[in-house]
């Protein structure tokens, strides 16, 4: 009886009024999504655009140059890229071990009546705005830095050839290192949840075959949980990356603000998202400077763009 | 005899014994490994928890001295001069209230369009794409392009502008939702309804739509807590003001932004107030978040 409904197909069109409400509707339906591409394209667009003169007036040597100069009109978006790219790799560094840690935890360790109380209090973290991050940053975590974590890093790996020089320089609490770690703290919900999301994917006969052959908790997850979810586990990390590639508010208070690269991770810098969001009060309308800035809107939007993209390729549901 | 226990040498079958041992010894082995990767997952359970606690301790312990009747009463004037948030906190309203009026209906039609018009179909799967991109993009970047579409043609910043960002970020958060929970309605409630004869929209509107309301709902209320905080799309669009403004085609005011002013001045009734604004908003962004829960959890 069922496969009966199911096989026929729904009567399309009625009498006349109801034609016309069905293809209204149906239009208004079909715009409306349209319209989604029309904002990304114009997104795109607008911020090509407006960066079109400072494209034109360095060429692709922006990328690198790393001098940031209002005075002489010279403009480059080197160390923003760099900023950008070092804090977010760093802050995934971070997190992802403690993420992993959380989804695992939720999934298969906790008692089942904790699971949900943990789980929601993990997504009230992903709720928090970044401003508050941000605040937080600079009145708790930057005190911290500057009187412990800092001196500590460089007594204990300071002298160290190599890696030593990443910890050396004044420790004023800011910089790049303490942006990461901000960074990594708000990544962090989005990561575990979708981890633990990803977790929960796995149909749990394979995990109790496993079980069943005496494999621990951590062998479950070794050999049949992450072997399963690896694709997705990865979007997952993605997604978090896109996120901290882009982040403003939190990054702006902690980072320094300046555009040196310095070899030191207790060195003040800037990302892409810090640098617009304070030079740009600062910038007339038609000026280079602001046209270098949309410049550095629409790089950031094409690499956050593609890391996204991966992320949801990743993140697609699995074909069964 | 226990010298020459060791794994690994020897064939374990060959000696019963032995084997027995070399089993147990392993399984000892497995089980330690076992508790040491449980207890370090608790540990980073612990501390993405402690996290949490400690900007909430924070808020309130910095939020909380510095609440009191003047900050909903007065706006906000010059340091020392006993200035409130009245205007950030209407036109926070306004602006949130205003770009979730503009964003949620379009997400509502993109989300039907990709669950009732376009489930499999080549361009339902590219919107589908688009939006989830959309979703995570950086929200600095809608803040700019608003900008140069609203802002620089019109000669000005204005509150209008700063709905319209606003708007942007809605249409996504809403578009996830309401696409997810029409899915979640069985395909039989709609045959029914079309049996009776209703027209295609009809069912959409008058049946799928309620069965889905919470959620639907859930998705609206998740997108005013997440704009409510954004701070980023406003500094290029409505930009803040610091008199008393309700015109949308004038620069408006809003909570985040001046947290954001008010926390890294030098003054001291400045910061207090901006400790006082980052309560309330985190409040309200954390009540509506657990509302959101809630309204789901009565869909049963």
């Known amino acids: 009886m069922s496969d009966a409904a199911a096989a026929a197909p729904l009567p399309s069109a009625g ?59 010279v403009f480059g978006a080197g160390v923003p890229i760099f900023g950008t790219l070092v804090t977010s790799v760093l802050a995934l560094l971070l997190a992802v071990p403690l993420a992993f840690g959380i989804a695992f935890y939720l999934t298969e360790i906790a008692p089942v009546w904790l699971r949900g109380p943990v789980g929601t209090a993990v997504e009230l973290l992903a709720g928090v705005p970044s401003i508050i991050y941000g605040m937080w940053g600079f009145f708790v975590i930057v005190p911290v830095m500057g009187d412990d974590v800092q001196p500590f890093l460089t007594d204990w790996l300071g002298d160290l050839p190599g890696v030593g020089m990443l910890f ?99 060195g003040p810098g800037n990302t892409i998202a810090s640098i617009v969001a304070l030079e740009f009060p600062e910038s007339q309308a038609g000026t280079l400077k602001l046209s270098s800035l949309l410049a550095l809107g629409f790089i950031l939007f094409v690499i956050s763009f593609i890391v996204l993209a991966i992320s949801r390729l990743l993140l697609r549901p699995r074909p069964t | 005899m226990s010298a020459t226990m060791r794994p690994g040498v020897g064939p374990p079958g060959a000696d019963p014994v032995r084997g027995a041992r070399v089993a147990a010894l392993l399984s000892r082995r497995r089980q330690r490994l076992d508790r040491l990767v ?68 379009i997400g509502l039609m993109v989300g039907t369009y990709l669950a009732e018009y376009a489930r499999s179909s080549p361009l339902g799967t590219v919107v589908r794409f688009v939006s989830d991109v959309l979703l995570s993009a950086p929200s600095i970047l809608v803040g700019l392009f608003v900008y140069t579409i609203l802002v620089e043609p019109f000669g000005g910043f204005s ?34 309804a079309a049996a009776l004869g209703a027209p295609k929209w009809r069912v959409i509107v008058l049946i799928c739509y309620r069965a889905a309301l919470y959620g639907i709902a859930t ?82």
């Open chain 2, 159 to 192: 509150g209008i502008a700063g709905c319209v960002a606003l708007a942007v970020i809605v249409v996504p958060i809403v578009v996830r939702t309401t696409e997810d929970m029409l899915q979640l309605i069985p395909t039989e409630l709609r045959e029914a």
């Open chain 1, 168 to 266: 050396q320089g004044a420790p004023f609490g800011t910089g790049i290192l303490t942006a990461a770690l901000i960074l990594a703290v708000m990544i962090l919900p989005f990561i575990a949840a979708t981890m633990r999301d990803v977790f929960n994917t796995v149909p749990p006969m394979f995990k109790e075959s496993a079980y069943g052959v005496g494999c621990t908790t951590w062998e479950v997850m070794r050999s049949i949980v992450i072997p399963y979810t690896r694709a997705s586990v990865v979007g997952g990390i993605m997604l978090g990356l896109g996120r901290a590639l882009g982040e403003t508010m939190a990054v702006t208070f902690v980072i320094g603000n300046t555009n040196r690269i310095t070899t030191s991770l207790f």
């Open chain 2, 38 to 105: 449980r207890l370090l997952c608790v540990v980073a359970t612990v501390i993405g928890l402690a996290f949490l606690a400690s900007i909430l301790f924070t808020l309130f312990w910095r939020g909380v001295g510095a609440l009191g009747l003047h900050v909903f009463t007065r706006v906000t004037l010059p340091p020392g001069s006993h200035g409130g948030l009245l205007n950030a906190i209407v036109g926070s309203l306004v602006q949130t209230l205003l770009g979730t009026a503009i964003g949620a209906p």
């Open chain 2, 219 to 300: 998705g609206v209320l998740l997108a005013v807590a997440r704009v409510a905080g954004e701070t980023a799309p406003l500094l290029f669009t409505s930009l803040g003001n610091l008199n008393w403004s309700l015109s949308l085609t004038q620069p408006m005011s809003s909570l985040p932004v001046t947290i954001y002013q008010y926390a890294g001045s030098a003054f001291d009734d400045w910061v207090d107030l901006a400790w006082a604004g980052a309560l309330l908003i985190t409040l309200g962004v954390l009540a509506l978040n657990i509302a959101a829960r809630v309204v789901l959890r009565a869909r049963r």
């Open chain 1, 15 to 73: 009498p006349r009024p109801a034609a016309f409400g069905d293809r209204l509707f149906g239009s208004l339906a079909t715009a409306a999504g349209v319209l989604v591409l029309v904002l990304l394209g114009a997104i795109i667009v607008s911020l090509f655009i407006g960066g079109l003169p400072s494209f034109r007036a360095f060429g692709l040597p922006f990328l690198t140059d790393t001098d940031w100069d209002p005075v002489q009109n």
